[in-house]
């Protein structure tokens, strides 16, 4: 990592963010050097004006960095330079090449050629997020107040916010920063910086420092080099700093043993130079209390907020919000969707999913009105919440099926859960030539079986290695068995 | 002769190369196929990002219905037009560092040149998620097959799985998730973060267990040679997979083809005429039922055709395929592997192994060590009449080959420290194989038989 930090540090002369408070406007100015190297690869005037007015520090600093950066690798694509893979590397570091994704080279579906399901299918899908979410009005006025006080007095602070996943945590907040930006820009709210991490999107604790000080200036560089530099930007005073609203999802990642992450997250904000507002979400309610040491939940401090589960009145009127006004679902039926959810999860990407998978029923049932009916809603239902053991069960073959009653013969005979498959190979074996007309099959196929059974998870058993000496743990309820096996066609005649 | 010695040839290639190698023919299971089909479709065309997993026991044909999906679609061009393949195994991709470069090389994302990636592991996830999030519905699709999609639920956090379901859940590149596993309970191996962006879409793909019939005549089906307008179906639908642009998905490559053979019809009818009268044979029919009983997977069958198959050759006698073949070779999986090496062993470890029994009959299977056996072996030894004067060490590396056929298992708790003679082991035979082995012995002497029969010398 020491080899790298060379590298990015000319580039920090070019920042328009960290300069401010690092160095002063002199030693930017005696960078000319990477100027005129610059001003060589795009050999236009032009140019030249863009770098400068891309290093000309301050402007709300939301989104004009990037779009210059992307006018900039637009530009380089045109004119064919020469990019070796590892000059590309350069500038994905520098930020200079903004990632791109292939286009599509078919025209786009008209929207007219849609029917009302489909339509109705677009709207459910969980990407399809409302302007402003349904049922969480009282939790977005919790959290725009908390902000809008953090920003307007210039002071830091943390927030934790808790729920189960799919409550709509990370879309009430990035809905509370939509306001809150849009207030900025009808002046009634002074403006700050908006920065967002997720702990998932991580390969370690650490690089929660890279992404953050990348976000800032659209570099990449080693750990260490952007925690020390964000040390920096976070202890030093600097007048004319505004306000800083970093999101951390996926909280409980970020713990490690050391909690070194966590606790510079946390401690910044603390910091009267910072003036920044952490609002991390987590999963669990009492994360802080479980996993965090005591001075990083001293300094999360007791703002919090807990999402409920949604219960079905709420579901219902989040699945029919999305629907508008559209005409394709019965009544009846959302209201089916909305009780089994909220009955096992509350999870709103559930019911949402269960919908669309619904449209796409009614879509093939070809039937005559375009409407997704109970029917549709029930089929849907079964298919996303149902387990499949008992069909699992009726679909093995025959010895199969008896080795599996052999194992529960040997659970009600012993008494113990896990059985040896000495014992079970003697069950099955009375129970085969109970039923007759089978070749019994010997003790290596019978493995074979065992082993069979246990990648598809009906039972649990031990590598083979183990051959006659191994334990044996049924993976499904006997009840299971004795259903799947008594209602099938054979055992009935 | 030498004519039909040519067809007959001919005949065998075709139908090794169609068990073998055809990678695109699933039979059956339409619902399910459909249902594929159409997400894969809507993927395609109206950049709806889906995710779905497919469960079935192994050898039902997963992999198979996936790249039937894939060759119905190539027809479309939309289709090849607009999506990228990326095909990934849980066995090959152990970790999510080798799944991303893997992701990154097969996407052709900039940061990739010639099969290498640039960066580390970080800087490869977040340029691959910036690039996902610069799409929107404008861009490619991406389709990203998880094959043994359990194995990346083993992966560190699941970093990989809660991405690609993350980008599948909000407004970024449209991407279809397909994990093929063969675990049923394999969503609780989700995290609950990334079990809440699984959309939950599961289809079940189980054999056809209670259907003897179907059985038969599926085995029908892949004995028989195809009819010229059959065989020409086949040969286009083939040829189309050149379309395919995929580089990590090759089986397109090494593909049957039925395009390469032409049969005489006076041959074929013949071919075909004679398995329709092998199948109404009753011993044909109990061979295949037995097999049915043992495993009714479309992978087993094709194993156990392979061999028949196989022993076609130009003699008399051996030109097609007999009932008595068949008969033959299922008797042949009812071998017992264990009796057939025990009969492959020398007199003397034979002993050893009867005196094992004896012991574990006397005391319900409880663990022995070499100086037990030796001391049981050594009383029948000196009332016999042809193993008086084998020295003990011998007896000993009878014993230690014993345990390299791990016939006899060490106790592992009681490992290195004891010496080898004193070591614990137990017997990894049940008494009826010994009895089978016993029955079995080429030239067993009476003695030892009797023994064998009781403890009592």
Known sequence: ATKRVGTPKRNIHMSNIVEEMIFDKQDVLSTPKLKSKRSLAFGKEKDIEKILLEVTPKKPVEETPKRVQRSNSKYVKDSETP?????????????????????????EHSKLSKNDLQLARERLHVSVVPLSLPCREKEFENIYTFLEGKINDKCGGCMYISGVPGTGKTATVTGVIRALQKQVQEDMLPAFDYLEINGMRLTEPRQAYVHIYRQLTGKTVAWEHAHALLEKRFMTAAPRRITTVLIVDELDILCNRRQDVVYNLLDWPAKTAACLVVVTIANTMDLPERVLMGKVTSRLGLTRLTFQPYTHKQLQEIVTGRLGGSEAFKGEAIQLVARKVAAVSGDARRALDICRRATEIADSSKGKEICVNILHVQQALSEMIASAKVQAIKRCSRLEQILLQAIAAEVTRTGVEETYFMGVYTQFESIANFVGGILVPNTGQVLRLCSKLGAERLIICEHTRNDIFQKILLNVSTDDIHYALRVTPEATQ | MSDGAEELLQIRRFLKERLQRDYTTFRGHDTERENIRQLLQ???????????????????????????????????????????????????????????????????????????????????????????KAGDKRSKSVVVILEEFDLFCAHHNQTLLYNLFDVSQSAQAPICILGLTCRLDVIELLEKRVKSRFSHRQIFLFPNADDFSEFVKLFETLLKIPNERELKKHAERVASLKLLQSNQLTFHRNHYDPGKYKFNKRITDRWNKHIDALLQQNNVRQALQSLFDYDVSEAGLKIFIYRLVAQLQNHPGRTQVTSEQITQLISSYNNDTKVEILCGLSILEMCLIISMKHHSEIYDRDPFN????????????????????????????????????????????????????????????????????????????????????????
């Not at chain 2, 679609?73 to 289709?79: A, G, I, Q, T, V």
């Not at chain 2, 084998?390 to 006899?408: S, Y």
């Open chain 1, 83 to 107: 990019k070796t893979p590892s000059q590309k590397l350069k500038m994905i570091r520098s930020g200079e090449l903004t990632p791109s994704f292939k286009e599509r080279e078919g025209i």
């Open chain 2, 42 to 132: 809507r993927t395609a065309e109206m950049a709806e990002s889906n995710s779905l997993l497919l469960i079935g026991p192994r050898g039902v044909g997963k992999t198979t219905l996936i790249n039937a999906v894939l060759t119905d679609l190539l027809n479309n061009p939309d289709f090849i037009q607009n999506t990228l393949v990326v095909h990934l195994n849980g066995y090959l991709h152990t970790d999510d560092k080798l799944a991303l470069k893997s992701i990154t090389i097969q996407m052709q994302l900039e940061n990739a040149c010639d099969g290498k990636v640039f960066g580390s592991f970080a800087e490869n996830l977040a340029f691959l998620l910036e690039c996902l």
């Open chain 2, 370 to 457: 070499f100086e037990i056996i030796y001391a049981r072996f050594n009383k029948f030894a000196k009332v016999s009449t042809g193993m008086q004067n084998i020295e003990r060490g011998v007896v000993l590396k009878a014993f230690e080959h014993l345990r390299n056929l791990e016939l006899i298992l060490p106790i592992a708790s009681c490992a290195s420290k004891v010496q080898k003679e004193f070591e614990m082991h137990k017997l990894a035979l049940t008494y009826g194989q010994i009895h089978q082995a016993v029955q079995r012995y080429q030239v067993l002497p009476t003695e030892v038989t009797q023994w064998s029969q009781s403890s009592l010398i």
